[in-house]
T-cell receptor, first 118, second 115 residues
Framework: DTGVSQNPRHKITKRGQNVTFRCDPI?????LYWYRQTLGQGPEFLTY????????KSRLLSDRFSAERPKGSFSTLEIQRTEQGDSAMYLC????????????????FGSGTRLTVV | AQKVTQAQTEISVVEKEDVTLDCVYE???????LFWYKQPPSGELVFLIR??????QNEISGRYSWNFQKSTSSFNFTITASQVVDSAVYFC????????????FGQGTRLTINP
């Protein structure tokens, strides 16, 4: 078990370009979450998958954002036509049983992908 | 809607001092979970504690202790005899007990322990 892996760690892109991030959760975890953290703020929920089904999306997730989790394994988060306001740390978390998991402590976070839009 | 407030944006103390980080939450749920996470400069969120809404017992883990009071909707975190390695940003978070069980985070408290 190597934890939750996110790639790339850093991404610098020009405004208007598309970017894609990848998250590899802990293998047996069925729940996967994406959060966005801007400077000086706490992480904010973006979207949630249970296995391959995307079950909840935040209103923060505009039409330019899309997330997938094919086959219930890794997940990708794509941002189209990036804007400077998209600059943030994008965090992925996985979980087996959610908040009240009896095996482990709920959620395991990755180290995040820091996006800078110039 | 759920909300978490950490009123202290930054705290700076000298090593070996005790320090308390405040957390106040709002929720209409009767069953919920509260968490504390530590975020060092590397960016990864490190789990510290989870508490469910039915368990108001205070908890101590080494130099760390947590005081959960439903009457005041608070879940405060105290570090006793602080050390430089405790320097980090600390987040309090709230989760619903059903559905997505997503975390709602506070704004975080940046704690600096000076030698």
């Amino acid at each position: 078990d190597t934890g939750v892996s996110q790639n790339p760690r850093h991404k610098i892109t020009k405004r208007g370009q598309n970017v894609t991030f990848r998250c590899d959760p802990i293998s047996e975890h069925n729940r996967l979450y994406w959060y966005r953290q801007t400077l000086g703020q706490g992480p904010e929920f973006l979207t949630y998958f249970q296995n391959e089904a995307q079950l909840e999306k935040s209103r923060l997730l505009s039409d330019r954002f899309s997330a997938e989790r094919p086959k219930g394994s890794f997940s990708t988060l794509e941002i189209q036509r990036t804007e400077q306001g998209d600059s943030a740390m994008y965090l992925c978390a996985s979980s087996l049983d959610g908040a009240h998991g009896t095996r482990g402590y709920g959620y395991t976070f990755g180290s995040g992908t820091r996006l800078t839009v110039v | 809607a759920q909300k978490v407030t950490q009123a202290q944006t930054e705290i700076s103390v000298v090593e070996k001092e005790d320090v308390t980080l405040d957390c106040v939450y709002e929720t209409r749920d009767t069953t919920y979970y509260l968490f504390w996470y530590k975020q060092p400069p590397s960016g990864e969120l490190v789990f510290l504690i989870r508490r469910n809404s039915f368990d108001e017992q205070n908890e101590i883990s080494g130099r760390y202790s947590w005081n959960f009071q439903k009457s005041t909707s608070s879940f405060n975190f105290t570090i006793t005899a602080s050390q430089v390695v405790d320097s980090a940003v600390y987040f309090c978070a709230l989760s619903e007990a059903t559905g997505a069980q997503k975390l709602v985070f506070g704004q975080g408290t940046r704690l600096t322990i000076n030698p």
